[in-house]
């Protein structure tokens, strides 16, 4: 009869006690699979739905819904349907990218701080200090207004609004973990200072990342939608669901549909990230 060895059994009782705290949760899960759904719907959506995004037709415009025009089309006689899809594409990629933007700089910040103090955690904090007393939509619009608002331009500059907050998190969590036993025995055995820091502190920081990155991914979709609402984001042909907002505000009587359906799918992808970071929180918590 096989028996299973301690060392086997850990992780598997790692991993039930894992799935079970996801069963508990069972919104987060709901959360994941919206964005999931969405996340299949902007990238294969388009595939299917074969209408240009900025193919204009003079005869609908403004239309109702129809076999044609499922949701109708906007003030140029654009199908709402395509330009959701691709403003979703554009929408998510911006929310993602500018993530990872300041998830990079903050750790990279933070990580620096937090392991060396000294007059590394004194420069580099107060740094992290001046951008977090700044606010942050407030820098992003100085930036974009200075340096233009080309895609890339956005999504450096969301990102860069981003980065302090992630930074502060980092530093807190590089702090208590290096002075600990498994450091010091790296020290002892020679291991470089890179490869203490990104190859054993920094996947005990993880965790905590995730759940900031998940909520930083909300707060970058509403900037940029933010940005393009006030024309210094997301630049037609170019589709946003920022942009679409900003083109339906002189049709919110008339029309009201044109600012719904963007605006819907804008409050319910940052819900879901929120609602996802909160419950990474509770389901990555050692102490649940």
């Not at 420069?123 to 233009?148: C, K």
């Given at each position: ?79 709402m349907l ?10 998510l990629s ?181 609602v996802l ?12």
């Amino acid at each position: 009869m096989n028996s299973i060895t301690p060392s086997a059994a850990a992780p598997s009782r790692s991993q039930s006690r894992f799935w079970l705290r996801v069963r508990r949760n069972p919104v987060g899960l709901g959360a994941f699979l919206t964005i999931c759904l969405l996340t299949l719907l902007v990238v294969f959506g388009p595939l299917l739905y074969r209408v240009a995004p900025d193919a204009t037709d003079p005869l609908n415009i403004l239309a109702a819904s129809s076999p044609t025009h499922p949701l109708g089309t906007d003030e140029l006689g654009r199908d709402m349907l395509s330009r959701l899809l691709y403003g979703g594409r554009i929408s998510l990629s911006v929310g993602l990218l500018s993530m990872l933007v300041g998830l990079t700089i903050g750790t990279v910040v933070g990580g620096i701080a937090g392991y060396f103090k000294g007059w590394a955690e004194t420069v580099v904090m107060r740094l992290v200090d001046v951008f977090m007393s700044i606010p942050s939509f407030f820098l992003v619009l100085v930036i974009v207004t200075a340096f233009g608002n080309h895609p890339l331009t956005v999504v450096l500059t969301v990102g860069i609004g981003f980065w302090a907050q992630m930074a502060r998190v980092v530093y807190a969590e590089f702090s208590k973990y290096r002075g600990r036993e498994f450091v010091e025995a790296m020290h002892a055995l020679g291991a470089s200072h890179a490869r203490i820091m990104f190859g054993h502190i920094f996947p005990q920081v993880l965790p905590q990342a995730i759940v900031l990155a998940t909520l930083g991914v909300g707060w970058a979709i509403l900037t940029e939608a933010a940005l393009s609402y006030l024309g210094l984001g997301i630049q037609p042909p170019l589709a946003s669901w920022g942009n679409m907002l900003q083109n339906a505000q002189a049709y919110l009587y008339s029309n009201p549909m044109l600012a719904v359906y963007p605006g819907l799918f804008i409050a319910v992808t940052v819900l879901a990230f929120n609602v996802l970071g909160n419950a990474l929180r509770d389901v990555l918590d050692p102490r649940n």
